[in-house]
């Protein structure tokens, strides 16, 4: 009787029209393309970057499929956490690729694990685009052909932030650095330093402090900063200890005394009502909801839409949902373009080719594979100042500036650190 | 005949990896490696030393490794495998003077405060280091020759099996010398060893020596088959894990370590792959039924089998 009942239901399935219009799927399409997406889903960075980076890829995935897959393929996501030792994440990445058998993996919010994954990918000519990770070592020390990055590196957010200070507040004399003691932390001071004193070489350092990730207390080093009262402090702290300067902060008149300038935007929507006034905030691209302009791209209000409607707001925080998009983008279009140039399901040399110095559309714009030999995105730099709106009672984002892609990346094959101490040569700047 | 059986298993190992799933000879590749490590808080447990800082020493090998590549521009694998003997013996032959006059809780506390030292260290000189991003580790030549891509996994495995093969045996060697029987005595009771006229010192600092190079040796075999490295290697998490995969396995046999090994490492895959948000979790409940169901560890099975299958021969007769 069950059976019965299975197979009608099981006819109806095959009978039924598929949801939306697509051509046919191209010859030697699969049935489905299997996605592995690796993202934080325990841990102290999963709530900020790794769940809402899975929900954003939930929305979309469904968005795809209802729009009759990639290519007309189905696209079916394989979920697993990123978080544990590195060995561990590279035995799942092979596990993905042996066990799961996917077609590609998206994936990888740590900078470690996007130096450890690539040359795995390499080896088992593996598809693999990095979607949210910061490090600009991953292109500038290597060279992968399977491997792409549809975000931008971190070199966006030290360099926007620098010229984002300098039309902010032109006559800054003195700065301080407050930034976790990782790689994340050193590689963000570093570009934003760098580049704030080769735009305005009297500016000095008055104090560079290195709290432990995750110290919490961040009482001393305020007390410090407090006392060296620089004119702009520096931070790309996240998680509890962005959450304790905020809080510490604001009691002590920190962001009273000195500009606090965020380089991140570790935080969920939701937060932001709760950010101190005058906090200046990057967003590692253009991930934010009203830019860019909603009413000009249909893909950034399809994206709010469809997570309020599924979530009850947008899909957590700005750069991890954002970015989790831009991946999922770029893989479609790379995927479609390969087989209009190639007449059937394309290969994956053949999605390669076609992603190398692909352009495409996603809600935060428009991205260009454009550096790293084609591998490596470049984004506008978003930059705001949080200011407290009087008559609504509510945070709002003002004095807004998108710095063009071109102005805040090096050129194809020049490393970030070098761009900036030759002067940013042929940065394209309004 | 315990040799045989030893040997009996190890041609196991290396007859079926080359019909397994590729994912899965890594997984053993992995086991093997970090198998060595376990070895070396199993040797320091047989004396009732207890030690929460191995990691160390595995570190030390991965990052020997490391700075071989980086710096030194050394590729060849064996140089390699030589250099993290030697900086392994001399590391834990320098902390080994200090260490060895300690016992119990001290022994123990110690060690692990030597290791995050290190921990610290590779964090903070980002420089050179590149702290938490760590260092990559291309793929080593073997005596002069370039593994061809197709058999690299199978080629880092045989390096890895035989080579841990061969150090468990003089591993085996060593509990069965006088230097490891006295360690064994030490733990009963330290001060009728010295009135025996054996020196107690010299026999765990002996140990811990050993168990320092099977460490190291361990931490070089594990980086280059994950192909980087990073300094989590040297955290309390990871000599926590060695102790832990040490009573899993069972400290009455040199062979336990590789079983313990084995098993984590596969019960941590599948557990990733069947509950990804609560993977934690299962690993804890299975490592915990375990431990209630077979305090003696995985090893105390043989044990079992022994007793029934003599039992079953003597009711026959």
Request: proline share 5%; hydrophobic share 45%; aromatic share 10%.
């Amino acid at each position: 009787m069950k059976t019965r009942l299975m197979s009608v239901i099981a006819l109806i399935a095959v009978l039924s029209p598929p949801a939306a219009a697509q051509g046919p799927a191209p010859k030697g399409a699969p049935k489905e393309l299997r996605v592995g997406i690796v993202t934080l889903l325990s841990g102290p960075a999963s709530s900020t970057f790794g769940i809402p980076a899975k929900k954003a890829a939930d929305a979309w995935v469904e968005k795809i499929n209802e729009a009759g897959g990639i290519g007309g393929v189905k696209v079916v996501p394989v979920l697993t956490d990123e978080a544990g030792p590195g060995d561990k994440v590279v035995a799942e990445f092979r596990r993905l690729a042996a066990d799961e058998k996917v077609d590609l993996v998206i994936g990888y919010i740590s900078s470690a694990n996007c130096v450890a994954v690539p040359a795995v990918a390499e080896e088992l000519r593996l598809l693999t685009v990095l979607f949210d990770c910061g490090t600009t070592r991953v292109f500038e020390e290597a060279k992968y052909k399977y491997v792409f990055r549809t975000a931008a590196h971190t070199g966006i957010d030290g360099i926007g932030a620098a010229r984002y200070l300098l039309a902010a507040k032109p006559d800054v004399k003195t700065i301080a650095g407050l930034n976790q003691d990782y790689a994340w932390g050193r590689d963000s001071w570093e570009i934003f330093s760098r580049a704030l004193r080769k735009l305005k070489p009297d500016v000095q350092v008055v104090e560079t402090l290195w709290p432990k990730l995750f110290q919490g207390d961040l009482s001393a080093e305020i007390s410090k900063l407090l006392t060296a009262k620089p004119d702009v402090i520096f931070h790309s702290l996240w998680g509890t200890d962005l959450a304790s300067v905020n809080s510490q902060g604001r009691v002590r008149g920190l962001f009273r005394q000195s500009l606090v300038v965020h380089n991140n935007s570790a935080f969920l929507f939701k937060e932001f009502r709760d950010l101190p006034d005058g906090f200046v905030v990057g967003f590692r691209g253009t991930h934010w909801p009203e830019v860019p302009d909603p009413a000009r791209n249909p893909l950034q209000r399809e994206f709010v839409e469809r997570c309020t409607k599924k979530f009850g707001e947008p899909c957590g925080s700005p750069h991890g949902s954002y970015h989790m998009v831009q991946a999922l983008q770029g893989v479609k279009t790379a995927y479609e373009k390969a087989i209009k140039a190639t007449g059937r399901w394309p290969s994956a040399d053949d999605v390669v080719r076609a992603f190398e110095y692909l352009e495409f559309d996603s809600p935060s714009g428009r991205i260009a594979m454009a550096v790293g030999g084609g591998h490596q995105a470049i984004e506008d730099s978003l930059y705001g100042t949080v200011k407290l709106d009087a008559q609504r009672n509510q945070n709002v984002l003002t004095s807004v500036r998108v710095f063009p892609a071109k102005c805040v990346n090096p050129p194809d094959g020049v490393k970030t650190l070098d761009w900036i101490d030759q002067g940013f040569r042929g940065a394209q700047c309004p | 005949m315990v040799i045989v059986r030893a040997l009996m298993g190890l041609a196991l190992f290396l007859v079926v990896p080359p019909f397994l799933p590729e994912w899965i000879t890594f997984l053993l590749t992995l086991a093997w490696a970090k198998a060595l490590a376990v070895l070396g808080v199993v040797l320091l447990l047989r004396g009732g030393l207890l030690t929460f800082g191995h990691a160390l020493y595995y570190a030390v090998g991965a990052y020997t490794a490391g700075f071989a590549v980086k710096f030194l521009g050394v590729h060849e694998g064996l140089v390699v495998l030589v250099l993290a003997v030697v900086t392994g013996a001399t590391t834990s032959a320098l902390l080994g003077l200090l260490l060895a006059r300690y016992r119990g809780v001290h022994f123990g506390l110690l060690n692990l405060a030597f290791s995050m030292v290190l921990y610290a260290i590779l964090l903070k000189f980002y420089a050179v280091t590149g702290g938490t991003d760590g260092l990559r580790l291309p793929t080593p030549l073997l005596a002069g020759i370039k593994p061809p891509p197709q058999s690299l996994r199978l080629t880092i495995y045989y390096v890895t099996v035989v080579l841990t093969a061969l150090l468990l045996y003089v591993a085996h060697r060593f509990t069965a010398s006088p230097l490891g029987y006295t360690l064994r005595a030490v733990r009963d009771n330290e001060v009728r060893v010295e009135y025996m006229g054996a020196s107690v010192r010299q026999a765990i600092y002996c140990s811990y020596i050993v168990a320092g190079v099977l460490a190291s040796v361990g931490g070089v075999l594990a980086g280059f088959s994950v192909g980087h490295i990073v300094p989590e290697v040297s955290f309390w998490t990871q000599s926590g894990e060695f102790v832990f995969v040490a009573l899993l396995g069972g400290t009455g046999s040199v062979v336990a370590p590789i079983a313990g090994s084995i098993v984590f490492e596969f019960v941590r895959n599948y557990a990733f792959k069947y509950s990804p948000y609560t993977w934690q979790m299962t690993l804890g409940i299975v490592l915990l039924i375990i431990i209630f169901f077979l305090p003696g560890g995985l090893w105390s099975l043989t044990g079992l089998a022994r007793r029934w299958g003599f039992a079953t021969r003597r009711w026959t007769r």
